[in-house]
């Protein structure tokens, strides 16, 4: 089955659930305090870092769907 080797990224799914929901929210929260490791999938500017603007750039994806 095709699925079984292609990976779906979504940009803001953080947690790779496919779903983009406040648990992502969460997770770059705590990418950003240090108590999960770096995820290049939770800096959503692709600014090289980590922090509160890839917070709102999630919200933003959740307020708009």
């Given at each position: 089955q095709?699925?079984?080797?292609?990976?779906?990224i979504?940009?803001?799914?953080?947690?790779?659930d496919?779903?983009?929901?406040i648990?992502?929210?969460?997770q770059?929260?705590?990418?950003?305090?240090?108590?999960?490791p770096?995820n290049?999938?939770?800096d959503?500017?692709?600014?090289?870092f980590v922090?509160v603007?890839?917070?709102?750039f999630?919200?933003?994806i959740i307020?708009?769907?």
């Amino acid at each position: 089955q095709l699925t079984d080797f292609v990976n779906i990224i979504v940009e803001g799914d953080v947690n790779g659930d496919e779903i983009i929901n406040i648990l992502d929210v969460i997770q770059t929260v705590n990418i950003i305090l240090g108590n999960l490791p770096n995820n290049e999938l939770a800096d959503l500017n692709q600014d090289g870092f980590v922090n509160v603007v890839d917070i709102i750039f999630i919200v933003n994806i959740i307020l708009e769907n």
